[in-house]
Structure formats: structure tokens, C-alpha cells
């Protein structure tokens, strides 16, 4: 089966602006987390969805959203771009929600903002 | 501070030579996982643990969790240079429903 799905994979950004990002789960699955990887801080966990709700959310700022669909895809949106918001963004999707479920990684959404 | 230490963060051996990657925290989990993740590509799953001391073999990895689940262990025998990324330890604490990392054990096997 086909496995996540992310894109673009890679977007380079001024500051100031707003990226989308994509990602779509694998089929069936129902859960979709967001995480930033940076060399500094390793992967930090953004936001988990599940059916189209919020459900879980990390310690970043609001300019960090997102946003769940349907069809389980999801989108994650952030505002007001700042260079410090240059990293890999990883999207997770899982059968259930929650992190004691095995999890299948994207390749990944490389932001690089200037 | 990580809520979980990885250690070492970067290790480089020649082909053939045995390793350990520790994860460990203070708190405990309900279950750990470990990822491989290669340049260019996310992390994929190669383990999860969930009962302490649990032991878990794949191939040449060998995955234990702790007996009071709050530290875990990866040993690679005869390494190859084909394991060569990053290890990454995850967990979800005992009462919460979120995955959490290390900050990962870089990995380099020579030839």
C-alpha cells in the first residue's frame, strides 16, 4: 500500500511569509501527527489530528496550525515565517490515536527560510 | 533537558564491531519505540517495547527495555555498513498519549 505522502518536498521561504504544508496518511489511517526536526532540538512534536479534531498538541507558538480533512489528509500552516522556522517538518500517520501506536513517517517537507 | 537521553550522540566503528545505544529518563513509559532514519527520508520503526524487560531481536539488533521502564536498550552485533544513520529512542510516558523523542545517536559503520 501506498505509504505518507508529503509535499513539497522542499520550500524555501522568505521571512514574513506563510507555508502549507501537505501530508496525506497512508489509507485507513486516521491519525496524522506533525513533528519539526532541527539539528539543534531534534524532532519536536508539534500536533496530532484525529477525525478531523485537534486532539494533541505541543509547545509551540500559534503561529504553528493545522488542520485535518475528511479524507484524513492533512495540512499544517505557519504564519509569519521567521528564520528560526527553517527545518524538516515530518508528518506521522497512525491506525488510532495516541503515540502507543506504531507510527509511518513522510519523507518530510524541508523549509528553509531566508 | 530531553525527557529522553540518547547516548552516545555520535559513534563511528569499522564493519564487524558490536555497539550499544542507550536510552534513558527518569520517567517511566508505557512503551518505547526505536527508529532508523536515513538522510533525506523520516524515520522508520524498527521496534516497539512495552513490558519492562522485554527483549526484542531483529536480525542483529537487539532491543531490551528497561525492568522499571524508564530506559531501554539497542545492540547492533557485527555492524555493517548498511546500518549506518540515525537511531532515534521514542517514547510515551506512563498517563500520556504523546510520542516523544531522543535526540538521536548518529551512527556511521566503515567499510
Known amino acids: 500500500k501506498a505509504g505518507v505522502t508529503q509535499t513539497p518536498r522542499y520550500l524555501i521561504k522568505t521571512r514574513g511569509q506563510q507555508v502549507t504544508l501537505s501530508c496525506s496518511p497512508i489509507s485507513g489511517h486516521r491519525s496524522v501527527s506533525w513533528y519539526q526536526q532541527t539539528p539543534g532540538q531534534g524532532l519536536q512534536f508539534l500536533f496530532e489530528?484525529?477525525?478531523?479534531?485537534?486532539?494533541n498538541k505541543g509547545n509551540f507558538p500559534g503561529r504553528f496550525s493545522g488542520r485535518q480533512f475528511s479524507n484524513s489528509r492533512s495540512e499544517m500552516n505557519v504564519s509569519t515565517l521567521e528564520l528560526g522556522d527553517s527545518a524538516l517538518y515530518l508528518c506521522a500517520s497512525s491506525l488510532r490515536q495516541g503515540g502507543n501506536t506504531e507510527a509511518f513517517f513522510g519523507q518530510g517537507t524541508r523549509l528553509t527560510v531566508v | 533537558t530531553q525527557l529522553l537521553e540518547q547516548s552516545p550522540q555520535f559513534l563511528s566503528i569499522q564493519e564487524g564491531e558490536n555497539l550499544t545505544v542507550y536510552c534513558n529518563s527518569s520517567?517511566?513509559?508505557?512503551?518505547l519505540q526505536w527508529y532508523r532514519q536515513e538522510p533525506g527520508e523520516g524515520p522508520v520503526l524498527l521496534v516497539t517495547?512495552?513490558?519492562?524487560?522485554e527483549v526484542k531481536k531483529l536480525k542483529r539488533l537487539t532491543f531490551q527495555f528497561g525492568d522499571a521502564r524508564k530506559d531501554s536498550s539497542l545492540h547492533i552485533t557485527a555492524a555493517q555498513p548498511g546500518d549506518t544513520g540515525l537511531y532515534l529512542c521514542a517514547g510515551v510516558r506512563e498517563y500520556g498519549n504523546k510520542l516523544v523523542f531522543g535526540a538521536g545517536t548518529i551512527l556511521r559503520v566503515k567499510s
Open positions: 517495547v512495552v513490558t519492562g524487560g
Open positions: 520517567s517511566v513509559f508505557s512503551s
Open positions: 489530528y484525529f477525525s478531523e479534531t485537534q486532539r
